[in-house]
């Protein structure tokens, strides 16, 4: 079975390291009230909360060559959760760049004041082991 607690505690460790450095704040997962009262877990939130953020791994077309759609509406459900906490940055990070690309495009003059699309790119070490476990889990979802 595909380790994909790998993809939570690997890739996010990374991705909020990398927005620590470039923010100058710690980083954690936090689960944030929403403006309609109910609750959301994010995947990084600032110490001081300026900065709240959500961060998908996934990679552009599939292992079949197909669109990805079901990585798209996920991002998409993230836009969604962001668009409901208040804070003055909200980031929907992602770590492929051809992935950046799809949802770049998808969401050109749909996406709320205050909410941006990321790219940080992951290590080579790190990109590898996210696309072994990907490929594990596209051939247990296929088989």
Request: with cysteine; hydrophobic share 40%.
């Given at each position: ?105 998808r ?16 290590p ?20």
């Amino acid at each position: 079975m595909a380790d994909t607690v790998y993809l939570k505690r690997g890739v996010e460790q990374y991705v909020r390291g990398t927005l620590c450095e470039e923010y100058g704040v710690k980083f954690s997962s936090k689960i944030l009230t929403l403006v309609t009262g109910g609750t959301h877990e994010f995947d990084a939130v600032s110490e001081d909360g300026t900065v709240v953020a959500a961060i998908k791994a996934a990679g552009g077309k599939t292992s079949g060559g197909r669109f990805p759609s079901g990585s798209v509406k996920s991002a998409t459900a993230e836009v969604y959760y962001l668009s409901l906490v208040s804070a003055p940055l909200r980031l929907l990070v992602l770590t492929s760049p051809e992935f950046y690309g799809i949802m770049s495009r998808r969401l050109e003059g749909r996406l709320a004041p205050g909410i941006s699309l990321k790219l940080i790119e992951l290590p080579p070490d790190i990109q590898s082991e996210v696309d072994r476990i990907r490929s594990i889990a596209s051939r247990e979802v296929g088989g």
